[in-house]
């Protein structure tokens, strides 16, 4: 089959970075793509999402003034090809782009963009040292984003933003209801790909592929898990939960969280979440992993998890799982639309909701019982702001050990002796974290 051409890609993935611009994310603009030009698109906007802070900078210094979003979205993907230099030729990244001009409904301005491209090439090294001259042009991401983290984490906000800046290993999670680690991994091996073990039931492949490829994928032997989303089940579970216990998992879809806890322990699982489409997705996952075994019962439920009274039946949960709506900061690795689609306002805005979610939910469990509060977000604010805040206003809630904030690539932001012993007994060694996303965990006990 005949490769695209890389005049058609720019031109869509022209469309997919204006549509970021312009507020909306990838998850909407990339399933536009006609599916034969889809991953080679997605490769190039994720590249010049990555560069985004540098690319924008480029763009303002090259022209005079504003062009129309795409084709400031087509010099942004062309400049972010150029600035790596690696998959084609120069002269052949200008053609291109000029000949995508059409497409975008904007033949007059190929002088224009020839222009800017050429210029580019003559002046690289002084146009780049000026785009890299703000926090945004140097560290692609908004200079708000930036600040928080220095002052967040002030030892590690660099490597944060480094880490961000690279793609994200693929990790799966071994079903072992129905086959062990040891015996997944040797199918990989005999398809000759190359995996390495993280926590108790993953594996960080050393090259992405497509699940559909993946061994027993369509029988529910694996499924795809970022290793710090890993952490959470076993968290919860602890020691163990009695046969049959009643657990609760608020903001459960697409239900990976959900899946894991059914695949470690028999249980009476509620699993809430108050998107109706993102619902239909848990009980996806659900069918495709054979899940509930015997032994477990599942009740899947379109609910606002904050509105009780529309939903609980009156008796108290042994745990809750409370993975809350946040900024997705810590994901940005897999997601780098996230850090051009969030503002500064967002991350109290979702702190209040967290505060609610976390009130409402806390008089559901038992006493004695356990609630984890997770967040794949890197701000204090979404995270050990919000749970101290929280236990301060609730005499019954004890802390136990917990992560508290991962950081994407490895590094604990506060690495208690707790914390490090913690990790460690769910072989998380500083191997395994480098396949790790940014994420916060909290656990907590009722008196």
């Not at 592929?209 to 989303?229: E, F, H, T, Y």
Request: glycine share 8%; with cysteine.
């Amino acid at each position: 089959m005949q490769a695209p051409a890389l005049r058609d890609q720019l031109t869509q993935a022209a469309r997919c970075v204006a549509a970021v611009r312009a507020g909306r994310s990838l998850a909407e603009a990339l399933p536009t793509v006609p599916d034969a030009l889809r991953p080679g698109v997605q490769a190039l906007v994720f590249d010049t999402l990555r560069q985004g802070g540098t690319t924008q900078a480029l763009v303002r210094l090259l022209a005079e003034h504003a062009p129309p979003p795409r084709v400031a979205a087509l010099l942004e993907v062309a400049l972010a090809l150029l600035v790596r230099g690696e998959a084609y030729a120069p002269y052949t990244v200008v053609d291109q782009a000029v000949q995508a001009l059409p497409a975008l409904r904007a033949p007059a301005l190929r002088g224009f963009v020839n222009a800017c491209l050429r210029r580019f090439l003559r002046e690289q090294a002084a146009l780049l040292e000026r785009a890299r001259a703000t926090p945004q042009g140097r560290w692609n991401h908004p200079t708000w984003w930036v600040q928080r983290l220095q002052a967040d984490h002030p030892l590690l906000w660099a490597d944060v933003l480094q880490a961000d800046n690279e793609p994200a290993p693929m990790v799966l999670r071994v079903n072992r209801r129905r086959i062990t680690r040891t015996q997944y991994l040797a199918q990989l091996v005999l398809q000759g790909w190359s995996a390495q073990p993280i926590g108790d039931d993953g594996l960080v492949l050393e090259d992405a592929v497509p699940v559909q490829q993946l061994p027993g994928w369509a029988a529910g032997w694996v499924s795809v898990q970022d290793g710090a989303a890993q952490l959470a089940a076993p968290l919860l579970l602890g020691a163990g939960l009695r046969p049959g216990a009643r657990v609760l998992d608020a903001c459960a879809a697409p239900g990976g969280k959900t899946a894991h806890l059914l695949e470690l322990a028999d249980l009476e699982l509620w699993a809430l979440d108050a998107d109706g489409q993102r619902v239909r997705r848990i009980d996806e996952t659900l069918q495709r992993l054979g899940l509930p075994a015997a032994g477990s019962t599942v009740r899947v439920l379109h609910a606002d998890a904050a509105d009780v009274r529309a939903w609980w039946d009156g008796r108290a949960f042994d745990a809750i799982v409370l993975d809350a709506p946040c900024t997705a900061s810590g994901i940005v690795r897999r997601h780098p639309d996230v850090r051009w689609l969030r503002r500064p306002s967002d991350v109290a805005r979702l702190a209040q909701q967290q505060a609610r979610l976390l009130r409402a939910l806390w008089p559901l469990l038992a006493p004695g019982g356990r609630l984890l509060y997770a967040t794949c977000s890197v701000f204090r604010g979404e995270g050990q702001q919000v749970v101290e805040a929280f236990v301060a206003e609730q005499p019954q809630a004890r802390r136990l050990p917990a992560p508290g904030h991962l950081l994407p690539g490895g590094r604990v932001a506060d690495a208690t002796p707790a914390a490090e012993a913690l990790l460690a007994a769910h072989a998380m060694g500083d191997n395994a974290r480098r396949g790790m996303d940014g994420f916060f965990y909290a656990l907590l006990q009722r008196a």
